[in-house]
């Protein structure tokens, strides 16, 4: 069994984004050499996401107002964790409702996807460099 | 390190439903030979999902009901995404809610599963033939 | 490739808590003596979650408000999942919204984790013992 390991940084410029990092991900499959095996790609930070969607701006405009909708920013005041100091609590909620992580097939050296499926970064609480965690494990 | 791949392809009859896979994924582990590790269940589309839960009808339409509140299929212009000529901005939601994959672990040539737990796929976007991917690694 | 397995056990005292099992994952990595690879933490249950966020009480408690909010408990009858006698229909619902479980790369015989990153079980109908899966594969 073989494994590697990449961390890649991102700093969005906007307290929420996306960001289509497919193709960073298929540079680490290419650098590991493995042909089959998972790709598991999660955000390394609790107040960011990884997700599998379609790269359609329309849409991101849509999941932006989505969960705003169901976690919004403000008022702080309504969330206990904001008591803490911190304007993010809304963003960890966000968070969950995007996800984590990612796992992908990798077969004959490539990222085993449908059609649209293209991986995406999602930022909740932006304007500072964070990280994505790639690990692949397999032959 | 063994690998083994298949594609399983459904055509749902209605615009949205479940349909417990859990027999067709032990069918692939069968053929895998695979006695430890790990399967990956994902839907290809992303606007279907791959969850796990209970089999039981009365929870399948409180799933339904549920998601519609959260992501109602009408008015299709409430999606920036239908804009595009789509008519399923709200099925690209509600895939993100119920998830597009599953990870379970194999243990001695079975899927390793609590009481209740079954494998499902999630149509949000159907009447048209759509895939899911299980991906199984081990030895 | 090797593999390890091991069911934890947990009686959460209410019918909803978030316990931090990231010391109990930890000492099964440790056991396994895997190196390199992947860790699959799962709810055996269909009621429960597995999930990595911040262990920070205000942010629980948000988490305890708006799970409620966007599933209540009661009343029991608007959930058909409790017409089968059961009254947990809710559970189900905000289990799906946590997550069923999470996949963690190990590095160097660690969790290889971002800062904050801690691994959750969310109970969602609680009072009697229930299980979690922790998988190891790897090197």
Known sequence: MRSYRKELWFEIQTRRGFRNITSDVEDCLRKSGIKEGLVLVNAMHITASV???DDEPGLHRDFERWLEELAPHLPL?????NRTGEDNGDAHIKRTLMG????VAVTAGALDFGPWE?????EFDGQRAKRVL???IGE
Do not use: L, P
């Open 51 to 53: 997700f599998v969607n």
């Open 134 to 136: 790639v690990k692949i």
């Open 118 to 122: 293209q991986i995406f970064y999602g």
């Open 100 to 103: 984590r992580e990612v796992v």
């Open 77 to 81: 005041s309504s969330y206990q964790h």
